[in-house]
C-alpha cells in the first residue's frame, strides 16, 4: 500500500474532558444518503479505546502546508505534547476539539464497529461538514508527505 496515495486527516476524540489526535489515511467516504465516512483504526493505538468511549469523532481534513501536523499527531507523543501550541475550534457537533487551521472538518458519531484484524472500522454518520482556511490538500505516498 506504500505506492497508494492516500489523503492525510487528523482524527480527534474527546470523552470526559480528555481529547487526543491521530493521523490518520484511512478516511473513506461511504454513503451520500445518508451520509456515512469510515475510519480504519489500531487496537494498540492510544486513541482507540477513546474512540470506543466517546462513539464519536472529529475530522480535520489536512491542506498542502500541514505535513508538520501530520508528523507531529502520528508520532505517539502523550496527548498534552500533540496538543501544545495547535489551535482548536469547536464545531457545530462539538464532538471534540478540531485543527483551526484545517482544510475542512467533519464530526461524526460512531453507528457501526467491525472487527477486522488488528484494527476496528468504524462508520460514522456525519453530523456537522465545514470548509476550513487551509489550501489543496495532503497525500502520503512512498512514506512521504506530498503536498497536492
Ligand atoms: C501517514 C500515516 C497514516 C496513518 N493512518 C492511520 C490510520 O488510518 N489508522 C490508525 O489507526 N493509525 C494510523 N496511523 C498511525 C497513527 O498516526 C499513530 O502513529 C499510531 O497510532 C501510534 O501512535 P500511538 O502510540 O499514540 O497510538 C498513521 C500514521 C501515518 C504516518
Not at 53 to 72: K, Y
Not at 76 to 92: A, D, S
Not at 113 to 138: I, N, Q, R
Request: aromatic residues 8%.
Amino acid at each position: 500500500m506504500r505506492f497508494y496515495p492516500q489523503g492525510i486527516s487528523v482524527m480527534s476524540v474527546e470523552y470526559e474532558g480528555e481529547s487526543m489526535g491521530v493521523t490518520i489515511s484511512s478516511l473513506i467516504s461511504i454513503s451520500l444518503d445518508p451520509p456515512l465516512v469510515g475510519v480504519s483504526i489500531g487496537k494498540q493505538a492510544s486513541c482507540y479505546e477513546l474512540l470506543r468511549r466517546s462513539a464519536s469523532f472529529g475530522i480535520s481534513v489536512l491542506g498542502a502546508a500541514q505535513a508538520a501536523v501530520a508528523q507531529r499527531f502520528a508520532s505517539g507523543f502523550p496527548p498534552l505534547v500533540h496538543w501544545e501550541g495547535i489551535e482548536t475550534r469547536r464545531g457545530p457537533a462539538g464532538v471534540a476539539p478540531l485543527l483551526a487551521e484545517a482544510r475542512g472538518w467533519l464530526e461524526c458519531r460512531v453507528r457501526d464497529e467491525h472487527d477486522a484484524g488488528d484494527h476496528t472500522v468504524f462508520v460514522g454518520d456525519v453530523l456537522a461538514l465545514e470548509l476550513g482556511p487551509a489550501k489543496g490538500g495532503l497525500v502520503y505516498l512512498d512514506r512521504a508527505y506530498h503536498p497536492v
